[in-house]
């Protein structure tokens, strides 16, 4: 009788939390995201090369919490933030530099469609991404409870976020942690460049 050897992964002992990514874990982090996000932004962002090129530059913009193994290995990583009324002209810089003035402006409209902004009083989850091999080991809950605290401690009142209403998975974890629907918000005829046609508004009360 045989068995086959384990998942690298399968047993996760130990993992700690830290603001942004080691420079070391930067490749893992963008390929990770790309790999959770590409449906999505494959259109806008693609080709992979220059849609990573563009996150390796907008990442300085971005809060982001990464989750790291005791070996230094990265498993998970999430963007948040709060009111930025910048941010697509942020974004748009960068656009720029990666694919030019004309390619850039037309990516930055199509992005637009999901810059989703917070109220002043909330803090929003942006994405959340962790390793295959690594889920339901806990990482997704830590992410968002680092993310919670952070809310917490900046006199927040709510933490917020979207999800593809298809990704009934993630739906069922955002409940079980508090978060309750919000509104639907359907991108219309971009339903082809995105590759879903529907999220929900989901939000975690901070003032209970």
Same mark, same amino acid.
Request: one cysteine or more.
């Given at each position: +009788?045989?068995?086959?050897?384990?998942?690298?992964? @399968?047993?996760?002992?130990?993992?700690?939390?830290?603001?942004? $990514?080691?420079?070391?874990?930067?490749?893992?982090?963008?390929?990770?995201?790309?790999?959770?996000?590409?449906?999505?932004?494959?259109?806008? #962002?693609?080709?992979?090369?220059?849609?990573?090129?563009? #996150?390796?530059?907008? +990442?300085?913009?971005?809060?982001?919490?990464?989750?790291?193994?005791?070996?230094?290995?990265?498993?998970?990583?999430?963007?948040?933030?709060?009111?930025?009324?910048?941010?697509?002209?942020?974004?748009?810089?960068?656009?720029? @530099?990666?694919?030019?003035?004309?390619?850039?402006?037309?990516?930055?409209?199509?992005?637009?469609?999901?810059?989703?902004?917070? @109220?002043?009083?909330?803090?929003? *989850?942006?994405?959340?991404?962790?390793?295959?091999? @690594?889920?339901?080991?806990?990482?997704?809950?830590?992410?968002?409870?680092?993310?919670?605290?952070?809310?917490?401690?900046?006199?927040?009142?709510? $933490?917020? #976020?979207? $999800?593809?209403?298809?990704?009934?998975?993630?739906?069922?974890?955002?409940?079980?942690?508090?978060?309750?629907?919000?509104?639907?918000?359907?991108?219309?005829?971009?339903?082809? *460049?995105?590759?879903?046609?529907?999220?929900?508004?989901?939000?975690?009360?901070?003032?209970?």
């Amino acid at each position: +009788m045989s068995s086959s050897a384990p998942s690298p992964l @399968a047993k996760i002992e130990n993992f700690t939390l830290q603001d942004g $990514v080691p420079p070391d874990n930067i490749p893992s982090a963008l390929q990770l995201f790309w790999q959770a996000f590409e449906r999505k932004l494959k259109i806008p #962002l693609g080709p992979p090369e220059k849609g990573q090129e563009f #996150l390796r530059h907008s +990442m300085g913009d971005r809060s982001i919490v990464s989750a790291i193994r005791k070996d230094g290995k990265l498993l998970g990583v999430a963007t948040y933030k709060s009111y930025r009324p910048n941010s697509l002209t942020q974004d748009l810089k960068h656009l720029f @530099a990666t694919y030019g003035k004309v390619s850039g402006l037309f990516r930055g409209l199509l992005l637009s469609q999901l810059d989703q902004q917070p @109220a002043a009083d909330e803090m929003m *989850v942006e994405s959340i991404c962790v390793d295959e091999k @690594a889920r339901s080991h806990g990482i997704g809950h830590a992410l968002l409870g680092y993310i919670k605290e952070q809310a917490t401690r900046q006199g927040m009142k709510r $933490v917020i #976020l979207d $999800v593809i209403t298809k990704n009934e998975r993630a739906h069922r974890l955002y409940s079980r942690l508090g978060y309750r629907d919000i509104r639907h918000h359907s991108v219309g005829l971009l339903s082809p *460049v995105f590759g879903f046609k529907e999220s929900i508004r989901m939000g975690l009360s901070l003032t209970q």
